[in-house]
């Protein structure tokens, strides 16, 4: 696999403060490339009065340096090798590590996430289920965390497992689970949005969850407490269109209240692969595997003019409060062109004066 001519380029733009995937697409959609991109950042800033400084391109290039002695391939959004499912979803990583087996990523992909501290009987079933849906020629997604992640990658490693992990591609975590990475990345794939060697933080298992979600056609959550991560994970794939599914569990049980939760919620209740595979196939129109190629997220077009219109930005601002509000709305009340309004919200985030939020909603940061 060969990199793209420009990907020091690419890393300089995604490593840069301030940007992240919503934002690098935006940028990209602009400017045309991440060169042209970084070329016009400072300018952007210094409209708000605000000081931005360009990730160097000698700490680009010794990325790529560290990922070349891991035996690591980088997977850039927009490019052929790119998870195609997950580059249709709107906060897909500009760039992924990847080790181990690439073409697991086009075979079709289901995650099974749940509690760490899962039951016995959690355990066994998470096995048992990742298992017959290996054998049934599906890639099981998880996290690598313990308990029910743990036992489905277990499970499901001869036929192909894909771990998705919070910090770096080279950073086990737990660590009593470096055996299991290693056995992953020479048999199936381990996958992170993090620089080698970041260790995870909190803030990186929500964004971790997301990729499960997005690399996989339905998400199954075996146990799990109501606010836990893998309820986070189960939602996400809900806010996708993917199939969520969910194990019911005993009431008196506090890690089947997240899975009952979504039951009442309208997830679709498994008791074994069968159930699985039936709804994948509902959600396909296919008998057995689901699709896995989706169109790439359509770049946002600003058209050919960029000059500043203060009128449009006026009006947008006079719209924009603490309380997020969807782009739509914007441009319907505004009546501007959507070209116009992407970007004078492209400019305003660039200046500090924008947050992006979920489901294409912003508000003044």
Do not use: W
């Amino acid at each position: 696999m060969s990199l793209p001519s420009d990907a020091v380029s690419r890393l300089r733009l995604i490593r840069t403060d301030s940007i992240g995937p919503v934002t690098y697409r935006q940028l990209i959609a602009r400017f045309g490339d991440a060169e042209t991109a970084l070329k016009a950042l400072p300018d952007l800033a210094r409209r708000g009065n605000r000081s931005l400084t360009l990730h160097p391109e000698s700490e680009a290039l010794a990325e790529l340096e560290t990922a070349t002695t891991l035996g690591a391939h980088l997977l850039f959004l927009g490019t052929p090798d790119y998870p195609a499912l997950l580059a249709g979803t709107e906060t897909a990583p500009p760039v992924l590590y990847a080790r181990g087996d690439l073409a697991l990523l086009d075979r079709p992909a289901v995650a099974i996430v749940g509690a760490r501290n899962a039951s016995a009987a959690g355990t066994r079933f998470a096995r048992q289920l990742a298992l017959d849906l290996a054998e049934a020629d599906y890639v099981v997604v998880s996290g690598l965390a313990r308990g029910i992640d743990a036992a489905a990658h277990a499970a499901a490693l001869e036929r192909g497992t894909i771990a998705v992990v919070a910090g770096g591609v080279d950073v086990a975590y737990p660590p009593d689970h470096a055996d299991l990475m290693a056995r992953i990345a020479e048999q199936g794939l381990v996958i992170a949005e993090q620089p080698p060697g970041i260790e995870p933080q909190a803030r990186h298992f929500p964004r971790r969850n997301r990729i499960i979600a997005g690399l996989s056609a339905g998400t199954i959550v075996v146990e799990g407490a109501p606010k836990s991560g893998s309820l986070i994970t189960a939602r996400i794939a809900a806010d996708l269109g993917r199939e969520v599914m969910a194990v019911p569990g005993s009431p008196l049980d506090p890690r089947a209240q997240g899975c009952n939760l979504l039951i009442r919620e309208g997830a679709t209740l498994i008791q074994t692969a069968a159930d699985v595979l039936e709804a994948l196939s509902t959600l396909s129109g296919q008998p057995a595997l689901p699709l896995t190629v989706a169109e790439p997220l359509p770049l946002p077009d600003f058209g050919p003019a960029l000059t500043p219109d203060p009128a449009a930005r006026a009006a947008l601002l006079a719209l924009l409060s603490p309380t997020a509000v969807p782009i739509d709305d914007l441009i319907r009340l505004t009546r501007l062109p959507p070209a116009q309004v992407a970007s004078v919200l492209l400019d305003l985030e660039l200046e500090g004066a924008l947050v992006r939020h979920a489901g294409a909603r912003v508000a003044l940061g």
